[in-house]
């Protein structure tokens, strides 16, 4: 079982600034995938960003050069640097990692957190 716990969600102004975290903990013994997802109400959910371990990130086009994802491997952390948010932006924001578990090292799980809420309005 592997928890993720996020963090740094609220209420911002338009073009302000946030910054979201998320802890991975639990039975893991290698993490692979990172990534952020976001649900606005009476829409799907959305990925907004992924970053491998290796540091290779992938960014949905609405937020390409306002977004920054980041990880610190050893902290089984990621980050969502959020800049010149917008309303748009509104949404449960999601954490999301692909790991292998201890003592099942070829197997290939996922899981998610339970979200944060990112409110952009004036």
């Known amino acids: 079982q592997v928890q993720l716990v996020e963090s740094g969600g609220g209420l911002v102004q338009p073009g302000g600034s946030l910054r979201l975290s998320c802890v991975a903990s639990?039975?893991?013994?290698?993490?692979?995938?990172m990534g952020w997802y976001r649900q606005a109400p009476g829409k799907q959910r959305e990925l907004v960003a992924t970053i491998t371990s290796g540091g290779s990130a992938v960014y949905a086009d609405s937020v390409r050069g306002r977004f920054t994802i980041s990880r610190v491997n050893a902290k089984n952390t990621v980050y969502l640097q959020m800049n010149s948010l917008k309303p748009e932006d509104t949404a449960v924001y999601y954490c999301?990692?692909?790991?292998?578990?201890?003592?099942?090292?070829?197997?290939?799980?996922?899981?998610w957190g339970q979200g944060t809420q990112v409110t952009v309005s004036s």
């Open positions: 999301y990692t692909d790991y292998a578990p201890v003592g099942d090292h070829m197997s290939y799980f996922g899981s």
């Open positions: 639990g039975n893991i013994f290698r993490i692979y995938l």
